[in-house]
């Protein structure tokens, strides 16, 4: 079984890194030998880095009516239905790059995917500084995540 986290964001975004502040403070505690931990600036780059992978929990940013620090689970069927929306600052929206992926695949595309987003402060979007609520989050999220890779 292949599976992987990957976070995504913006280097130099503020609370928009988020996503690989998870990543790094998962790399740091050690994950199961069968998960890749990886880092991608740009959604449109999951249809190759979701290929062949059982499963896959992707980690980003999000702006939402929600006090920043917080944590929403979602899955991509719930973005595709219009349920959920998270605003994207990388160009193409994660359901667009999933759904991409799915069609464009050839060597089969991860099926099981959950997206974990972190509730950011939108005055936060520069510099190299999480907020002090999205720094606080950073360790609720990793700890979420390895609960994930239970299931």
């Given at each position: 079984?292949?599976?992987?986290?990957?976070?995504?964001?913006?280097?130099?975004?503020?609370?928009?890194?988020?996503g690989f502040?998870?990543?790094?403070?998962?790399?740091?505690?050690g994950?199961p030998?069968?998960?890749?931990v990886l880092?991608?600036?740009?959604?449109?780059?999951?249809?190759?880095?979701?290929?062949?992978?059982?499963?896959?929990v992707?980690v980003?940013?999000?702006?939402a009516?929600?006090?920043p620090g917080?944590l929403?689970?979602?899955?991509?069927?719930?973005?595709?239905?219009?349920?959920?929306a998270?605003?994207?600052?990388?160009?193409l929206?994660i359901?667009q790059?999933?759904?991409?992926g799915?069609?464009?695949?050839p060597?089969?595309?991860c099926e099981k995917?959950?997206?974990?987003?972190?509730?950011i402060?939108p005055?936060?979007?520069?510099?190299?500084e999480?907020?002090?609520?999205?720094?606080e989050a950073?360790?609720?999220a990793?700890?979420?995540?390895l609960?994930?890779l239970?299931?």
């Amino acid at each position: 079984m292949t599976r992987r986290v990957i976070g995504l964001g913006s280097l130099g975004g503020g609370d928009d890194g988020v996503g690989f502040a998870v990543s790094r403070r998962l790399r740091e505690v050690g994950v199961p030998t069968d998960v890749d931990v990886l880092d991608c600036r740009a959604p449109d780059r999951l249809s190759w880095l979701l290929e062949g992978v059982d499963a896959a929990v992707l980690v980003d940013a999000a702006v939402a009516r929600a006090e920043p620090g917080s944590l929403l689970q979602t899955t991509p069927e719930e973005i595709a239905s219009g349920d959920v929306a998270p605003l994207s600052s990388h160009g193409l929206g994660i359901g667009q790059a999933l759904a991409l992926g799915r069609s464009v695949s050839p060597h089969g595309f991860c099926e099981k995917v959950h997206l974990l987003a972190v509730v950011i402060d939108p005055r936060n979007v520069q510099g190299d500084e999480l907020s002090p609520a999205v720094a606080e989050a950073v360790p609720r999220a990793v700890a979420r995540i390895l609960q994930l890779l239970e299931m």
